[in-house]
């Protein structure tokens, strides 16, 4: 709106000053009054760099519109582990995102994050293959691939506190904040079949925070439950599993375990 109305401004004062100028030329034009013809050009010319709004600025024509419903988007992925680069290509469907983004989120409580974890979504599935196709452990390989994702709080990217993600829109924003990128995760391992879970951090110094737990041969930090030990894994900073962060003071007592299988 504001836009438009700038550009309605901008048309009407370029008409005047086009009067104006038509206007000094007949006037000192006929009176041979050159000093004067040239003060008035000059005096119209700044008015008009002054007062009239510059356009507004257009799209390029070659800038591709965004995906309407229906439509498949190439999403590429590249991100380095272990000192070796890896590419991955995949086929999102603008109509499984616009499905998940149009899903009420209703109240936010702890046991609602594992709602989000849809290891039978066509894109974890996706997703999960590609992963497993490469050479080295699909845990470790995976967390890496969510790492490389950015991270963007609910507040800056949606406008509210708290604002979780099915995977589909996180693979399609490349990016989310902890619990997406956890829940993308924990999807993915599921989608592999491995034992993996949320976990839910709710009194650190940071505040808030979730992570993803992994069954497996690892060592470090961990938490059991229900006779199955899950190591720590961060989704947000590239570290080994079963080491955590220093802004968290680790206690697996006071760890929500969320979305087990």
Not at 54 to 68: R, V
Not at 71 to 90: A, D, F, I, P
Not at 225 to 247: K, L, N, Q
Request: hydrophobic share 45%; proline share 6%.
């Amino acid at each position: 709106m504001i836009g438009e109305l700038l550009h309605q401004l901008g048309m009407g004062l370029a008409a005047l000053l086009t009067a104006m100028t038509v206007g000094a030329l007949l006037w000192y034009g006929i009176r041979r009054q050159w000093g004067c013809l040239t003060v008035a050009l000059v005096t119209i010319f700044l008015a008009g760099l002054l007062l009239v709004p510059p356009p507004a600025p257009s799209f390029d024509a070659c800038e591709p519109e965004p995906p309407a419903i229906g439509e498949t988007v190439t999403k590429q992925y590249n991100w380095t582990h272990g000192g070796r680069h890896y590419q991955l290509s995949m086929e999102l469907s603008t109509g499984d995102y616009y499905s998940a983004r149009q899903t009420a989120r209703g109240k936010v409580t702890l046991d609602s994050y594992a709602l989000y974890l849809v290891p039978d979504d066509l894109a974890v599935i996706a997703l999960a293959e590609s992963i497993e196709a490469l050479s080295g452990d699909p845990a470790t390989l995976a967390l890496s691939f969510v790492r490389s994702l950015d991270y963007r709080a609910d507040l800056d990217y949606h406008g509210v506190e708290e604002y979780p993600k099915y995977p589909i829109e996180t693979l399609m924003d490349s990016g989310g904040d902890c619990e997406d990128l956890a829940i993308l995760y924990v999807s993915v391992m599921h989608a592999l079949d491995r034992p993996a879970v949320l976990l839910a951090m709710l009194d650190t110094p940071m505040g808030g925070h979730m992570a993803a737990g992994i069954s497996g041969p690892y060592g470090g930090a961990n938490v059991t439950h229900d006779r199955t030990v899950y190591y720590y894994a961060e989704t947000t900073a590239a570290m080994d599993i079963g080491r955590v962060p220093m802004e968290i003071s680790w206690d697996d007592m006071t760890v929500h375990v969320l979305g087990a299988r």
